[in-house]
Structures are given as structure tokens and as C-alpha cells.
Antibody, heavy 125, light 108 residues
Framework: EVEVVESGGGLVQPGESLRLSCAASGFPFRAYRMSWVRQVPGKGLEWVATIMQDGLDKYYVDSVKGRFIISRDNDKGSLSLQMNNLRVEDTAVYYC??????????????????WGQGTMVTVSS | SSELTQDPAVSVALGQTVTITCQGDRVRSSYASWYQQRPGQAPVLVIYGQNKRPSGIPDRFSGSNSGDTASLTISGAQAEDEADYYCNCRDSSGFYLVFGGGTKLTVL
């Protein structure tokens, strides 16, 4: 079964750090881009970060640049998100997501096929 | 602009057809993907590309892209289709993703 399972969420104070993990199974992990997407409870989805298959290229939403680090271990089939200097506005459910990219007749697009159940991060004093 | 605009709420009578739209410049050069999120659950991909459905998604779900607008159509809406629906596209760099604000679908 194709699956991603997040862990590591919890309650932290502003300025503290937290590391999220995601264990992938049922598919060739090293063949896929992976992303983190977050959702403030009751609000919409927000893309956070993407890491390329080889782990060398990483992309972040502006609000987390310089604070969050996405990484992967292709041998272990795992994805991580190191979150430093956390802010109250980082409070959200964080989803680990498998991303597929396509190009058809010159039009390229992405689809997020596999989502984890999410892990809640609460930043509060 | 990299924003994607969706109507906050849409309603449809049981068994009728409803279209949810997603508007933004990014749709002109990249197909939108659509996600269904039921309360308390993770999002699920329902449409991607030029009207492609992942395995297990009913064929009452269809999608289209025209100009700056992407559309998700549910033909013969069922009670279980009541959910939030989100569109997303890649931005001009090809590596950043953008989500629409979501549309809450109510099936009456």
C-alpha cells in the first residue's frame, strides 16, 4: 500500500524548534519530489516546501525561508522538516505529500497524489 | 500574480450538476489540480492535468482549463461530495506551488 505517515508534532513555545518526520512506503521514494503542506485549523491549504528527488534542490514559501529546512533520506524512505524559531502563525496541521510532475504538449503541471494524515504543530506561550 | 481565486461557498441540490471555479494567471500556463477535503480528513486528489482522475475517483468528477480559469464539475452530486475543494497550480518558476482559498460545497 502506498502510504506516508507523519510524526513529530506537538506543543512548543515561540522561538523554539521542532522536527517533523515522514515515513514513506509502498512506492520508490527516491523517484519522487516530496513536499510539506500545512493547514491552519479551519483555514485553507498552504504549500510550505518541496525537495527534489536527489535532495539537492529545495524550495520554500517566503514565510518560512531561513527558519525551516526540508531534507530527505532516500535509503530510509524518509522526509523531514526542521522548524526553527517557530512563530505563533506556524500553528497548523502539517501534511507530508508525494508530488508528481507532468509535461504534456509543452504544458507542465504538478499533482499531489499521496497525503499523510497530518501532524499538528501548536506554537503558543 | 500567483494567486488563485475560488468562490468561498457553493451549493447544489442532490443529483444536480455543480461547477467550482479557480481563477488566476497561473492557470493560463499550467493545468490546475483539484483536491477534496472532507471534515477531519486529509485532502484527496480528485482531478489533475487535462481532466485526469486518479484510481478510485468516480467519473462524475471532471475538470477543464480555459484561459485563466480552471473548473471542477460534479455531475450528479451525491451527499458524500459535500466537502471543501481546493485547486492548485505551480507558479512561474515551476517549483513553487500555489493553492486557491478553497470552496465549501454544500449538497442540499
Amino acid at each position: 500500500e502506498v502510504e506516508v505517515v507523519e510524526s513529530g508534532g506537538g506543543l512548543v513555545q515561540p522561538g523554539e524548534s521542532l522536527r517533523l518526520s515522514c515515513a514513506a512506503s509502498g512506492f520508490p521514494f527516491r523517484a519522487y519530489r516530496m513536499s510539506w503542506v500545512r493547514q491552519v485549523p479551519g483555514k485553507g491549504l498552504e504549500w510550505v516546501a518541496t525537495i527534489m528527488q536527489d535532495g539537492l534542490d529545495k524550495y520554500y514559501v517566503d514565510s518560512v525561508k531561513g527558519r525551516f529546512i526540508i531534507s530527505r533520506d532516500n535509503d530510509k524512505g524518509s522526509l523531514s522538516l526542521q522548524m526553527n524559531n517557530l512563530r505563533v502563525e506556524d500553528t497548523a496541521v502539517y501534511y507530508c505529500v508525494r508530488l508528481s510532475s507532468y509535461c504534456t504538449s509543452g504544458v507542465c503541471y504538478d499533482a499531489l497524489h499521496v497525503w499523510g494524515q497530518g501532524t499538528m504543530v501548536t506554537v503558543s506561550s | 500574480s500567483s494567486e488563485l481565486t475560488q468562490d468561498p461557498a457553493v451549493s447544489v441540490a442532490l443529483g444536480q450538476t455543480v461547477t467550482i471555479t479557480c481563477q488566476g494567471d497561473r492557470v493560463r500556463s499550467s493545468y490546475a489540480s483539484w483536491y477534496q477535503q472532507r471534515p477531519g480528513q486529509a485532502p484527496v486528489l480528485v482531478i489533475y492535468g487535462q481532466n485526469k482522475r486518479p484510481s478510485g475517483i468516480p467519473d462524475r468528477f471532471s475538470g477543464s482549463n480555459s484561459g485563466d480559469t480552471a473548473s471542477l464539475t460534479i455531475s450528479g452530486a451525491q451527499a458524500e461530495d459535500e466537502a471543501d475543494y481546493y485547486c492548485n497550480c505551480r507558479d512561474s518558476s515551476g517549483f513553487y506551488l500555489v493553492f486557491g482559498g478553497g470552496t465549501k460545497l454544500t449538497v442540499l
